[in-house]
Structure formats: C-alpha cells, structure tokens
C-alpha cells in the first residue's frame, strides 16, 4: 500500500502491551503522501484482542481500524482521518448496557475521521475534540470537554459536567429517562428536545453507520422504533452556537476532511 497504493487488509491479534498501533503507519503514509493520504479504503486493519493505549492515534486518513475486543486509554488521539471501530467478540451475546468497552479520553484532540464504538467509553470523552464525528453507547464523567468543534452522538448514559469549556461543535445524547439537564454544565452548553430536519438526517444516518461499522443490537432496537427514539434525544450546544448545524455525511467518503465541513460551523475552530 504504501510502496503502490495497492489495497492491503489484514487480520492482526492485539495485546494490551501494544501501544500506539497505527501511528507508525500514519506517519508514513503522510511522510510519502502528505495530507491527500491515500485512495478510499487502500488500507482495512482487522484487530481481535485487547489494545492497548492510544490505539489509532493520529491515524490519517483512508487508514479503517477495527478492533473486535476492547481497548484501554486515549483511542483515536490526535485523530487526523482515520476511521476507527471498536466492537465487542460475539456482539449478540456480548453486549450489555452499560458495558465499557474502552477507557478514558479517548479522541484527545482529534481533527478529524470518525469513530463508532458499540458500548460505553469513560471519563473525558472527545476531550479538545476539534473536527472528528463519533457515536458510542455512553460516557463517563466530562464528556466534550473544552471541545471546539465535531459532532458527538452519545446513544447512552453520561456522567456528570458534559460540556465544560465546550464552545463548538455538536452534541447529541439519548435521554429517555430525563436526567440530561442534571450531567451538562450549564455554564458553557444548554440543551434542547426540538431537532430541525437537518438534525434527524443526520441522527439517522449516524446510527445506520454505527450499525453498519458494529452490528449493535442496541442501536438496531434503537432504530426499529425511531419515532420512540427521536423523542429522547437531546441536542447539547454551547451558548451562542444554537443555530449550528450538524456535519452532513460526505457522499463521496467514509472520511471527513476539513475541506468537507460547513464553514459557519467550522470557523469557531
């Protein structure tokens, strides 16, 4: 791949005692081909095991990773394209609610790329997140902190002070027992139940993708009752952004690039 651009994919077990997997990688491809990357889909990794930190930091884009285990600290750092897939073995018997499938602050800083995670993440989610889409099936404590712009859909439960220091992008949390109001920080976002057209395409688009990347029973009985689901969700934005809108899905990759993005959306960034 990096020699011909040929289309290379491959299985690969993982240990915990492997870290930083894929950014040797991205280097290289950014040293030779500079910020274009590669050809969509030039380069799928397959991983079964446990990761250890920092899986998928900086990865360019082009690059798909997909973990079928779970992971521990600081996945998707410095995210610059890539797309991440983080899925228990077995998903039908696997997945539990509440499962925590991968550790803290993951997507720290990310630019770019998106990530899809079928089960919960923990504490400071998408921490200086400033340009990546992710879905995941809940957070701990400070999710989107001191986040500047992307979009985050969270189909689970969060921990308290979501938002703080938040003064762009989007948030998205599934709410049906009514508690958001309590976890955000009101100081920096306010959150709504009214979703413009533009907001349920894109809810739905989102969790057909995560679906598509994990195979979530979670959010396939989300989905099979959409109208139900739809009433639960609450958009979190930072004061002074309410009329923001949430990326659209780029028909032509499975990778977001800053040149794709709205630029009123992007300009806070």
Not at 14 to 24: A, E, H, K, Y
Not at 103 to 110: D, F, K, P
Not at 180 to 188: C, I, T
Not at 244 to 256: D, I, Q, Y
């Amino acid at each position: 791949a990096l020699e011909h651009g040929k289309s290379v994919e491959a299985n690969v077990p993982i240990r915990n005692v492997d870290r930083t997997v894929g950014t040797i990688l991205g280097y290289e491809i950014t040293r030779r081909y500079g910020g274009a990357g590669l050809p969509d889909d030039t380069i799928k990794l397959h991983f079964r095991g446990s990761a250890g930190q920092s899986f998928g930091a900086f990865v360019p884009r082009r690059v798909s990773m997909t973990l079928e285990g779970d992971a521990n600290d600081y996945v998707g750092k410095g995210l610059s394209g890539g797309e991440i897939i983080v899925r228990p073995r077995q998903m039908a018997h696997a997945i539990r609610p509440g499962q925590v499938i991968a550790g803290n602050t993951l997507l720290y800083g990310a630019t770019s790329g998106r990530l899809f995670a079928a089960g919960q993440v923990g504490e400071r989610f998408a921490v200086r997140l400033s340009g990546a889409l992710a879905v995941v099936e809940g957070a701990g404590d400070h999710a989107c902190e001191y986040m500047t712009a992307g979009t985050v859909l969270l189909l689970g439960p969060v921990g308290r002070n979501l938002g703080a220091g938040m003064s762009g992008g989007l948030a998205y949390a599934f709410d049906p027992g009514n508690v958001l109001a309590r976890q955000v920080n009101s100081e920096m976002v306010g959150i709504s139940s009214d979703l413009s057209s533009e907001d349920r395409a894109w809810l739905k688009e989102a969790c057909r993708r995560h679906w598509e990347a994990t195979a979530s029973p979670f959010v396939a009985a989300l989905v099979d009752d959409w109208t139900t689901t739809l009433r639960s969700i609450r958009k979190v934005t930072p004061h002074g952004l309410e009329a923001a809108l949430p990326v659209p899905w780029p028909a032509e990759s499975r990778t977001a690039t800053p040149r794709q993005r709205p630029e009123r959306v992007w300009r806070v960034a």
